[in-house]
């Protein structure tokens, strides 16, 4: 029964992680800048404190959303020399 448990709190980590990527690249999309923080853990009291309301489940992650002071160019990508290779498992 142990193991099963784990199993779903990996399950549903995995789909808090989901759901936060799709959240800040539809933030990127509608011109938002975003910042995932995954060690919320640490500052849960002052979190509950912020919010004025007690959370009854574990926090996973938060997200930071605004409006970029700035818009820094793409750093330019080194593709020269990557080889991928694939092979057959089993």
């Known amino acids: 029964m142990v193991r099963l448990a784990v199993i779903l709190r990996d399950t549903e980590i995995q789909g ?3 759901a936060i990527q799709n959240m800040l690249l539809a933030a990127h ?10 060690d919320v853990y640490y500052a849960w009291e002052q ?9 009854p489940h574990p926090l996973v992650a938060a997200i ?3 409006y970029p002071a700035e818009s820094p160019r793409r750093p ?3 593709y020269a ?10």
């Open 16 to 18: 808090i992680a989901a």
């Open 64 to 66: 930071a959303l605004g």
């Open 29 to 38: 999309a509608s011109g938002l800048g975003g910042l995932w923080i995954a």
């Open 47 to 55: 979190i509950e404190a912020a919010l004025q309301k007690h959370c």
């Open 81 to 90: 020399g990557v080889t991928v290779r694939l092979t057959e498992l089993g």
């Open 76 to 78: 330019p990508r080194d």
